[in-house]
């Protein structure tokens, strides 16, 4: 006597042929269209494209733009005619002539860029390592504690807003020109996009996910390594992409300083002191391949992490 009330209540009973179910998705994902109450699908309803091509047109795309931006400087170049302003099919084969024509052995370096390229390179890299390994390190243990990141949050704000290339003559006076004041200079310039991010993103941990550890009783070392660092991660990353470019700003910047006598700073340098505008250009086309070269590789590296499941979030830089 009660199978109506029942049904009413609790919905209709499971297995009813009348009831209408939710259609599986056609392409065998877990997402199914939208559905009216007769059961029907919503007319006019198309799930967007999950091409595997769509990757592939992309790169299709960036690329397409990137050629057409080259096709508008090579034809501006090549009309304008001026010394100052070549065509970019000039500056690419002075950047071979200089760095990418060496034998096979050396992976077609040449001497310049063994000796100059190569050692920028060690350097940019010993002071973002630097700055990384510090900033994570003392991100996490401020931003632990709220009584910490209160107090030191006025410094960190203040060190952060000191332009990077107004430290070098400080470090300059402290430690004599040469390659430890370079890497000196962008590791202390560097690390505090990293070290604020890093806190920041310690302390904004999920409150609800810190009473759970609480009541599994994590130790110390596992709370950090499971719940504090993949939470932090994307503020993390955003925070070495930020100081990614600092370190190749202040690489540079360094070694225009007088006593440099290698690098892609003192290549500059050189090169227009004897108004070699060519070799100029063909710097400054190296330095934009490298920054983008390193991003990327930074980018890939924390979509494999996040692909892993460590730390899931959408960064900004």
Partial sequence: MNDGRDADAGGPPAGDATYPQAPEAPDGTDEAPPTLPDGSTVPGFRRPATSAATPARHLLLRLLVLFLALAVWQAAAQAHGSVYFPPPGRIA?????????????????????????????????????????????????????????????????FARAVPPPALVPVFVVVLDFGTPMQIASIAFSAVWPVLVNTAEGVRNTDPLRLDVAAVVRLNPLERLLFL??????????????????????????????????????????????????????????????????????????????????????????
């Fill in 228 to 317: 504090l660092l993949p939470s932090a991660l994307p503020r993390i990353f955003a925070g070495l992409r930020l100081s990614l470019s600092l370190s190749l700003i202040l690489m540079v910047f360094s070694e225009l300083l007088p006593g440099t006598a290698n690098g892609i700073g003192y290549t500059l340098t050189d090169a227009q002191s004897r108004s070699d505008l060519l070799t100029v250009w063909a710097a400054l086309l190296l330095l934009g391949v490298l920054g983008y070269v390193l991003n990327t590789a930074l980018l890939a590296v924390e979509r494999r992490i996040a692909g892993q499941g460590i730390g899931r979030g959408r960064s900004t830089a």
């Fill in 93 to 157: 084969h002075r950047a071979y002539e200089l760095w990418f024509s060496g034998p096979v052995r050396r992976a077609f370096l040449t001497e310049a860029a063994v000796g100059d390229v190569l050692p920028s390179i060690g350097r940019m890299a010993a002071g973002f390592g630097i700055a990384a390994v510090a900033g994570i390190g003392v991100g996490v243990a401020v931003g632990r504690s709220r009584w910490v990141y209160a107090l030191c949050n006025p410094v960190l704000q």
